[in-house]
């Protein structure tokens, strides 16, 4: 792998950006989602139980809630008590209980069971904010959107590829700056490198196929 040395004087730009997801997709050729799924449906769930919560605990939960009730008419049946008792382990279940059964009901509603690949309607839903919309229009339905999560944020800001002080600007800087090429998978490259190698306490520096691309001023050795 070539060393980008007459990178290391520049700042960030996009010779470098197009470099950084060559390496991250040569390294990661089909990312993806660790949340287990098998229908738009059940991602959806699992992507609203996700949120401040860990993709294992999430799946551990929906492995038993989805062999029991994996539509939105299944999970109504169950009632909000029945489906807390599946979501019980993961943080603020409660609340998000509540959304899980409201939307199920919109969705029977007004979308005939079926999940809408548009961000207006997915919004529409409770418990389904931007980042989720994103996941799903990306993950589910194919579409080029980057869900700025926690990790995304963190690499983002500190590789320089898209530096911003909340997660609109950071998604709306690699909206305009991750090329076409990449777009459609940059947000699973850019989490799984921040889950894995560009972690938040200690950054696995010195194991990063990025690293000589990266404007990180507190490299760890």
């Known amino acids: 792998m070539a060393v980008y040395d007459t990178y290391q ?9 197009q470099a950084i997801f060559e390496r991250l997709s040569l390294a990661m050729p089909a990312p993806t989602t660790e949340l287990n799924y098998s229908s738009p449906f059940e991602l959806l769930i699992a992507v609203v139980l996700s949120a401040q919560a860990t ?9 038993h809630l989805f062999a029991i009730a994996n539509t939105p008419q ?3 049946d169950l009632g909000i008590e029945g489906l807390k008792k599946y979501v019980k382990t993961i943080g603020l279940y409660n609340t998000k209980s509540e959304n899980i059964i409201k939307l199920c009901e919109r969705l ?6 079926v999940v809408p690949n548009n961000r207006f309607e997915l919004e529409a839903l409770a418990g389904v904010g ?15 959107t980057i869900a700025v999560d ?3 944020f963190r690499v983002s800001n500190r590789t320089k590829i898209a530096p911003g002080n909340n997660v609109l600007e950071v998604e709306h800087k690699l909206d305009k700056w991750v090329s076409n090429q990449y777009k459609k998978d940059a947000h699973h490259l ?4 921040g889950r894995y190698t560009c972690i938040a306490r200690k950054p696995k520096c010195q194991h ?12 760890s050795s």
């Open 108 to 113: 029977l509603d007004k979308h005939a069971g």
């Open 130 to 144: 931007r980042k989720t919309a994103n996941v799903i229009l990306n993950t589910a339905f194919g579409q080029a």
């Open 9 to 17: 004087r520049l700042t960030m730009n996009q010779k470098k950006r």
């Open 74 to 76: 299944a999970i109504l």
């Open 150 to 152: 926690t990790h995304i």
């Open 55 to 63: 993709d294992k605990g999430v799946n551990k939960a929906t492995h």
């Open 190 to 193: 850019l989490i799984l490198h």
């Open 208 to 219: 990063c196929i990025i690293e000589d691309l990266c404007e990180f001023q507190e490299k």
